[in-house]
């Protein structure tokens, strides 16, 4: 059986650590990348309110899978 993956965001709300998130609702992969290297803890993703579609979503996730942020 794999390990859990880590969860840093719980950690830090355990800890009583601020945490802060980051918003997006542009469709690109590009900005999902910016983000999710721009020091956030978390990154929301906006399918609701934005202009984004499923395959924007996938492109996003995949931009952001290879860095620490909590998605």
């Known amino acids: 059986m794999a390990a859990p993956l880590k969860n840093s965001v719980r950690e830090r ?3 009583g650590t601020p945490t ?3 918003w997006l ?7 999902a990348e910016i983000m999710a290297r721009a ?6 993703i906006d399918m609701q309110h934005g202009a ?5 979503m996938l ?8 860095t620490e ?3």
């Open 13 to 15: 709300w355990n800890a």
């Open 20 to 22: 802060i998130n980051g």
């Open 25 to 31: 609702s542009l469709p690109t992969s590009l900005s």
């Open 39 to 44: 020091g956030f803890d978390t990154v929301t």
């Open 52 to 56: 984004m579609d499923y395959r924007s």
């Open 59 to 66: 492109e996003i996730v995949s931009a952001i899978t290879a």
């Open 69 to 71: 942020v909590t998605r």
